[in-house]
């Protein structure tokens, strides 16, 4: 496994600097989801926005034998995106798109990092919503 300062200048090759936090300050808001009972501060929060910046930080981890936790917009109430304090915490929350919504099928393909609400707030003028979670909206 790699330093942690070797990992950030890896992933900076790759993803813009703003995308790398490695700060304490900056981490804390990473250490759990909406479950705050239980805690972890990851070493490294990366905030990929594309599907290859996704494949590139994925196969550093691998490369490098780095745990890695993907995480999506952080609403959770299960402590199921808890970090690895030794790896990298994959915040996909920048990739948020609704990509669409199919009244027909009563279905919807969105980014990983949508929150519920918007979900629904998309489905509405369908007359549907989403609301497998109410408590993570």
Do not use: W
Not at 9 to 24: C, E, G, K, M
Not at 93 to 121: F, T
């Amino acid at each position: 496994m790699s330093t942690a300062s070797e990992l950030i200048n890896q992933l900076r090759a790759f993803l813009p600097p703003d995308a790398v936090l490695h700060d304490t300050e900056d981490l804390k808001p990473y250490e759990c989801d909406g479950l705050s009972a239980y805690r972890q501060t990851p070493m490294i929060v990366v905030l990929p926005q594309t599907e290859q910046q996704i494949i590139q930080v994925l196969q550093l981890c691998h490369k490098t034998h780095t745990p890695v936790v993907a995480r999506g917009a952080g609403t959770g109430l299960s402590g199921g995106a808890l970090p690895h304090d030794a790896g990298i915490l994959m915040s996909l929350a920048k990739l948020n798109r609704i990509l669409e919504i199919d009244p027909l099928a009563r279905s919807a393909r969105v980014q990983p990092g949508v929150r519920n609400l918007a979900i629904s707030d998309a489905a509405r003028p369908y007359g549907l919503y989403y609301a497998p979670d109410p408590s993570s909206q």
